[in-house]
């Protein structure tokens, strides 16, 4: 590879090396939008609207909206340029906030098998359930809290 000024670029090459299939892009430089994020992770977690507590189940949409419209919880739900599994968020992180929200009484206190289950849509186990159960890290203390807030505004 080298470096190409702009007015060294040959337009007409580079599209000649996309159609002969010779044009190759580095997946790990993507970046994922904030609102691609939101998306993706509204569509997920909404999978898990049926383990609401009976309190909780009309507000749990308002209460997710309210975490993603934080930006220190989108940034938290980033994915890293190292992720291989699932670049489209971090479902690690997500996970982590799952469980703190069952601990909070927003979800029933179901089994980490059975929320992965739904949310992945499948029955093979994956890297990922385990962090449900662990909760938020001492170094993301702002963002528990942040949480705790938003569920106390939002719990009946």
Same mark, same amino acid.
């Given at each position: ?12 090459? /580079? ?13 790990? *430089?993507?970046?994922?939008? $904030? ?8 569509? +997920? ?7 609401? =507590?009976? *309190? ?21 739900? =980033? ?21 703190? /929200?069952?601990? *909070?009484?927003?979800?029933?206190? +179901?089994?980490? +098998? *059975? ?8 029955? $093979?186990?994956?890297? +990922?359930? $385990? ?11 702002? /963002? ?13």
């Amino acid at each position: 590879m080298k470096q190409v000024r702009p007015e060294d670029f040959d337009v007409e090459a /580079l599209m000649a090396a996309a159609r002969e299939g010779r044009l190759y892009i580095d997946a790990s *430089k993507n970046e994922v939008s $904030k609102e691609q994020i939101i998306i993706k992770v509204r569509a +997920y977690v909404g999978r898990i609207k049926v383990f609401a =507590t009976p *309190k909780c189940f009309s507000s749990v949409d308002e209460l997710w909206e309210r975490i993603l419209a934080c930006d220190e919880f989108v940034l938290f739900l =980033t994915p890293s340029n190292k992720a291989k599994i699932c670049r489209d968020f971090d479902k690690y992180n997500l996970m982590r906030i799952i469980g703190v /929200l069952r601990e *909070k009484g927003v979800y029933e206190q +179901y089994s980490d +098998y *059975k929320f992965h289950k739904l949310l992945e849509q499948t029955e $093979k186990d994956s890297p +990922y359930r $385990k962090y449900i159960g662990k909760g938020i890290e001492n170094e993301q203390h702002a /963002l528990l809290v942040k949480i705790r807030e938003i569920v106390e505004k939002y719990k009946l």
